[in-house]
């Protein structure tokens, strides 16, 4: 349970700095942070990268 508390407070933050990224003009370093927490999903949880990117961005919208 620790290790999923871990997993969303990281990507939490990672998604915020992402969004700030893209407030300042950087879609290039916010894509970055995305494929970082797709990598983090990958060896935490197993699932496939692409997907992992996807989900990540959907959430980025959202977020935004």
């Given at each position: 349970?620790?290790?999923?508390?871990?997993?969303?407070?990281?990507?939490r933050?990672?998604?915020?700095?992402?969004?700030?990224?893209?407030?300042?003009?950087?879609?290039?370093?916010?894509?970055?942070?995305?494929?970082?927490?797709?990598r983090?999903?990958?060896?935490?949880?197993?699932?496939?990268?692409?997907q992992?990117?996807?989900?990540?961005?959907?959430?980025?919208?959202?977020?935004l």
């Amino acid at each position: 349970m620790d290790t999923a508390k871990n997993t969303d407070r990281y990507a939490r933050e990672l998604l915020y700095e992402a969004a700030r990224l893209l407030s300042i003009r950087c879609p290039r370093c916010a894509m970055a942070r995305i494929r970082r927490i797709a990598r983090h999903d990958v060896e935490t949880t197993g699932v496939n990268y692409d997907q992992a990117v996807r989900n990540r961005i959907r959430e980025l919208d959202t977020l935004l």
